[in-house]
């Protein structure tokens, strides 16, 4: 799979932000490597098919997915 160019992942990001963020249990988007990353809280099938429904429904065929726990003010 060819990677898009990287003005394409940022805009790709900054259409489904809303959306995902609004998800319980997302705490943020990424595009290292130019790949979309979506971050979870938490590793849950019910918080996967969530994520998996807003992407699907915004057109997005597939994106990596990182549970990095809560994330806390310092």
């Given at each position: 799979?060819?990677?898009?160019?990287?003005?394409?992942?940022?805009?790709?990001?900054?259409?489904?932000?809303?959306?995902?963020?609004?998800?319980?249990?997302?705490?943020?988007?990424?595009?290292?490597?130019?790949?979309?990353?979506?971050?979870?809280?938490?590793?849950?099938?019910?918080?996967?098919?969530?994520?998996?429904?807003?992407?699907?429904?915004?057109?997005?065929?597939?994106t990596h997915v990182v549970v990095t726990g809560e994330f806390k003010a310092q």
């Amino acid at each position: 799979m060819a990677v898009p160019p990287e003005t394409d992942v940022k805009a790709l990001k900054r259409r489904v932000a809303p959306r995902l963020l609004a998800i319980d249990g997302v705490t943020g988007l990424g595009t290292p490597g130019g790949v979309l990353v979506v971050y979870l809280e938490n590793d849950s099938a019910v918080l996967r098919r969530e994520v998996d429904a807003a992407l699907r429904a915004e057109g997005v065929p597939e994106t990596h997915v990182v549970v990095t726990g809560e994330f806390k003010a310092q």
